[in-house]
């Protein structure tokens, strides 16, 4: 069975920073993709990033220029560093990752952007 526990989140300002870090419970398995997808209440889980193992990366138009993932590939932990954070970046947000064609979904972590 594989874990991902993720954290770094929290209340934040407008304009403000945060990074999430998410690492898997086994170090030994080459997962293929880690990255970050949000929910915001009432609406459908959405993606924000994506970081494949060939180094290539994925953002949503609405993140692009603003968040930036990336990851400790040896580690299996992905990170993502949000800058210039809005009120509609609230969500909670959750690291999936997949290795062996499975995918394994962490609890969430709560990120709200509020004065």
């Known amino acids: 069975q594989v874990q991902l526990v993720e954290s770094g989140g929290g209340l934040v300002q407008p304009g403000g920073s945060l990074k999430l870090s998410c690492a898997a419970s086994?170090?030994?398995?080459?997962?293929?993709?880690m990255g970050w997808y949000r929910q915001a209440p009432g609406k459908q889980r959405e993606l924000v990033a994506t970081a494949f193992n060939d180094m290539q990366r994925t953002y949503a138009d609405s993140v692009k220029g603003r968040f930036t993932i990336s990851r400790a590939g040896a580690k299996n932990t992905v990170y993502l560093q949000m800058d210039s954070l809005k009120p509609e970046d609230t969500a909670v947000y959750y690291c999936?990752?997949?290795?062996?064609?499975?995918?394994?979904w962490g609890q969430g972590t709560q990120v709200t952007v509020s004065s």
């Open positions: 999936r990752g997949v290795v062996s064609g499975i995918q394994y």
């Open positions: 086994r170090s030994d398995l080459p997962f293929y993709t």
